[in-house]
């Protein structure tokens, strides 16, 4: 059975500053099957909070069936148009955020997307990749700056891929940087493992909150930065 769950917390520091989250986090069925996306506004632009959750918002309304098509590059330009559309009138690199989306239908094939920093991984068949081509040292443009919406217009910043879950235990993790900063790459699929495992022992309330709970305690010192993550799985079970 194909199920999904996700969380978004505040960082310690930003929730003493009172700082809105930058992160959102958005996870809804489609049709049988599963959307996820998650999105980190880039803390240097004042309104990347409002820009993240739109980014969430309007990549569920184009992509909930149009990433599962076969043309990348129109998808994500529908998507980056809608996106636009619903900023209120500020320039749109006052909203700039990364997004990080997967949609999977009922039979488990699933299309990812990725703009700027984060993770997407995955387990297709049994094994295991990850939809970046490196796992550090992505930042690109002037000031060290992520690629991002309303700062990134080519296509060629993005990364897609098709997967299929089609085995228990395959699924699909997407994650901010707030988390995958501080994974090491040799603990990756450990780390996947265990999540999508506790998981598919809860409901998906449950696990939200199960989630929440790992990412309020996270073991970095002094950790600012918001956190979501999200994740659609063929339960093992």
């Known amino acids: 059975m194909l199920r999904a769950t996700g969380a978004s917390v505040i960082g310690p520091v930003h929730r003493q500053a009172r700082t809105p989250n930058q992160d959102a986090m958005r996870v809804g069925g489609v049709r049988g099957g599963w959307f996820a996306a998650v999105a980190d506004g880039l803390g240097s632009r004042e ?7 739109l980014a969430v918002q309007q990549a ?37 955020t990364t997004l990080l989306a ?4 009922a039979n488990g094939i699933c299309r990812l997307a990725q703009l700027g920093d984060g993770l997407v991984v ?3 068949a ?6 970046s081509g490196a796992l550090h040292g992505r930042r690109s443009g002037f000031s060290n700056e992520t690629d991002a919406l309303g700062v990134t217009k080519s296509f060629s910043a993005w990364r897609t891929r098709r997967v299929a879950l089609v085995e228990p235990g395959d699924g699909v993790m997407l994650m901010t940087d707030g988390i995958a900063d501080d994974l090491r790459p040799e603990r ?3 780390f996947f493992s265990h999540v999508l495992d506790q998981a598919g022992r809860r409901s998906r309330r449950s696990g939200r909150r199960w989630l929440e709970r790992q990412m309020n305690s996270w073991p970095t010192a002094l950790h600012s930065d918001d956190k979501s993550i999200a994740l659609i799985f063929l339960d093992n079970r």
Request: aromatic share 12%.
């Open 126 to 131: 049994g094994e295991f990749g990850v939809l």
């Open 60 to 96: 569920r309304r184009e992509w909930s069936g149009q990433l599962n098509a076969d043309d990348a590059r129109a998808s994500i330009r529908r998507f980056y148009q809608s996106w636009l559309r619903a900023l209120p009138a500020a320039p749109a690199g006052t909203y700039a």
């Open 122 to 124: 995955y387990r297709t």
């Open 102 to 105: 997967a949609s999977c239908n």
């Open 188 to 190: 990756l699929e450990a």
């Open 47 to 53: 309104l990347s909070h409002i820009g993240s959750r």
